[in-house]
Structure formats: structure tokens, C-alpha cells
């Protein structure tokens, strides 16, 4: 069965030329010019990635990225945009964006983030087998599942990247988390945009223990971080 690519570009002739590279390499792909029109989309068409360009006319690719993931929490979601500023990046990753690719690309970069973000899901669902329901550690309960942190009285709606390193430093609590290896089970590589994004989600997560006694995540510098529940 082809693997279904979802591809948002308002601009004719480069939508055309990609779908049609991407056709010749196996995948099935469902063009849309329209960001408004992608929701409804998934009524018939389910895809296992979307590439979603940044400048779309309507509703922008960041906040189809952001409307995308509050939906599918686990689909892959690729940014196309000739943004090239780090705040630009950021704010991609922010959106809900598993990778950014900066315009102009090579259609063999496009395929090789695919099949990694392909890669990368399959291994995120055999690791959902084996994730715990719920996580239990003094006032907080985390359910990876369901993306959601309950503190005392509040209830905090997580986003997929919040999920995920949470999960991960849940798993190993009072233990280094090396930082390499967390930037690649999140993201699937270690570069720098995607280690500025993992220092962002960080400081996030901070902020939501702030309020808990006996609860912190240390940085090591050039190692990774501890959960600390002492």
C-alpha cells in the first residue's frame, strides 16, 4: 500500500512538478492550494505525513500546523517556507512542525525527511505499546496518551513535542536523559534548530512544575537532564 502524502502549495507550477516527483517515487500524494480547504480533506484522504508550505493564502501554514496537530497529535507535519531566520524556525517547530525545510529545496531532501519522518512514526507507535497509561509523582499525574498534565486543580493540554520529552524524562526519573539521544528520538537528528526548539520545550515544561514542591528538571550542561522528584 502507497504511503499517503498530504502537499499544501498555493504556487501551481511547483505543486505540480513536486507531486509529480513524489508520485514517481512510490507516494500518494493529494495537492490543495487552499489552507481552508485541508481539514475537510481528511474526511476522505488520511494521510502519513503533510507538507504544509508556510505562505499560504487564507489560513497560513502555522496555524494549519497548529489546527493539524491539535487534531492528530502523532501525524508528522513537514514545513516548506523560504523563511530562513531562526525565529522563523522556531515558530515552525512551535506550530506543531516535526521538520523544517527551507525553500529552495532538492526533491531528494524532501523524500529523505519523508521516509525519516515515516521512520521515526512507525517507531513512535511500537514505543506507544509499552507507555504507561498514566505517570503518578506526588501532585501531578501525566498521561502520555492523552497528551494531558494534571497539576492539583489544573489540567494542561500538552503538545505533541511537550508529550513526547516528558514522556521520555518520566521514564527515567533522577537519571541523566542524555540530550543527544533525546533529540533524536524526538526529532530524528541533533541539529540545531531542533536543539534551540528542545531548550524551548524545556523551559515550557519548567514553567508547568513551577508550582510543585520536590518537582524539577535539571539542565546537565553538555550532557542532558535529570527529572527530579526528591
Not at 195 to 212: E, Q
Request: contains cysteine.
Amino acid at each position: 500500500m502507497k504511503q499517503k502524502i498530504l502537499y499544501v502549495e498555493d504556487e501551481p507550477h511547483l505543486g505540480k512538478i513536486v507531486t509529480d516527483l513524489l508520485d514517481r517515487q512510490g507516494f500518494e500524494v493529494l495537492l490543495i492550494k487552499d489552507g481552508a480547504e485541508v481539514i475537510k480533506s481528511f474526511k476522505c484522504f488520511t494521510p502519513d505525513v503533510c507538507v504544509l508550505d508556510v505562505m499560504l493564502p487564507g489560513v497560513d501554514g502555522l496555524e494549519l500546523g497548529h489546527a493539524i496537530r491539535n487534531r492528530y497529535p502523532q501525524l508528522p507535519i513537514i514545513f516548506l517556507s523560504a523563511k530562513t531566520q531562526t525565529d522563523d524556525v522556531l515558530k515552525g517547530f512551535e506550530s506543531g512542525g516535526n521538520d523544517y525545510i527551507k525553500k529552495p529545496f532538492s526533491i531528494d531532501e524532501l523524500v529523505a525527511r519523508i521516509k525519516n519522518q515515516l521512520k521515526i512514526s512507525a517507531s513512535s507507535s511500537l514505543g506507544n505499546a509499552n507507555r504507561p497509561q498514566e505517570v503518578k509523582i506526588r501532585d501531578i499525574v501525566f498521561y502520555p496518551e492523552r497528551y494531558e498534565l494534571h497539576i492539583q486543580k489544573r489540567k494542561i493540554k500538552l503538545s505533541y513535542r511537550e508529550g513526547q520529552i516528558l514522556s521520555a524524562l518520566t521514564s527515567s526519573p533522577n537519571k541523566i536523559v542524555d540530550r543527544k539521544e533525546l533529540l533524536i528520538s524526538v526529532w530524528g537528528d541533533d541539529s540545531y534548530y531542533n536543539s534551540r526548539t528542545l531548550d524551548v520545550y524545556v523551559r515550557k515544561l519548567r514553567d508547568y512544575f513551577s508550582s510543585v514542591n520536590g518537582i524539577e528538571i535539571h539542565t546537565l550542561k553538555g550532557k542532558g537532564y535529570t527529572f527530579i522528584t526528591d
